[in-house]
């Protein structure tokens, strides 16, 4: 079976910290940040794992914001 | 593979919705009127129809409603969202017209307007967003708050003998005769996001195709209302306002 690789990139400026993606993302590769904020004074979410994801948009579907871009590609 | 390797417009799987644009919205973090406006931008733009939509903005949190999604737009007086959509719809019959209403906006203040509109079969589509307290206005009691549910004008909890029942409006909508989709879904998880969407695509499409008028009720959150966090809040919900508020569809007219 041909294996995804995905990759989120996150508005880090519009993220309002809900948590949400990172309780939608099924292999936990996202997390908030823990000692950064954007100007809005929000922990954003950023990637932690990068090499898990397999760009199956949860946590795009899930972000209230529209704050995540997911790509994927097949890698055979 | 690298990172620089996926992220490339050929690889692009989800983004934001074209139509919504970059005006960073008022919510709370985690309030479901994102997601729901989301869905609302992605099914208008699949469609086609992003010239020939007016949507109608409510008084409620969704008041501004207007500045996050680009397509025409009229604000209506509290409550008064399926009366104005009914004049919109009746002088253009070739637009796709929904009305976008909280539960203080649709089941309380604007309760005649929407029973009313909903059962002249008007071919419009009514979106209600059911968090079963008043948002915007700092969390009071709203007709569908749940018996026993605290919020700030019921600090001991809704009792029935001094505040009645919980309404469900939806319910009143299925049995009337001008209605051809009524339905109720909520949007806490991957799979219920993508059922809402369904769910609210095939409303747009029966009043396109002038079969009646569409009430999509989304059972949603308001975690600073509630005074939860996002993520404790969607549990509430499909712990308490899911078991009052049964998800599925009501009516379905062929």
Known sequence: MAKMKGAVVVNTDRCKGCNLCVVACPLHVLALAKTKVNAKGYNYAEEVLEDACTGCTSCAT??????????????? | MNREDIIKPGNLVYEKPVLMNDNDMHYCPGCSHGVVHKLIAEIIEEMGMSEKTIGISPVGCAVFMYNYIDIDWQEAAHGRAPAVATALKRLWP??????YQGDGDLACIGTAE???????GENITIIFINNAIYGMTGGQMAPTTLMGMKTATCPYGREPELHGYPLKITEIAAQLEGTAYVTRQSVETVSAIRKAKKAIRHAFENSMAGKGSNLVEI????????KMTPEKANKWMEDNMCKYYVLGDLKDVE
Request: charged share 20%; hydrophobic share 35%; with cysteine.
């Open chain 1, 62 to 76: 899930v972000c209230p914001d529209g704050c995540i871009t997911v790509y994927r590609v097949k890698c055979d």
């Open chain 2, 94 to 99: 070739d637009r796709l017209v929904f009305s």
């Open chain 2, 114 to 120: 929407t029973i009313h509109a909903l059962n002249r």
């Open chain 2, 219 to 226: 059972v949603s959150t308001c975690s600073a209302g509630w």
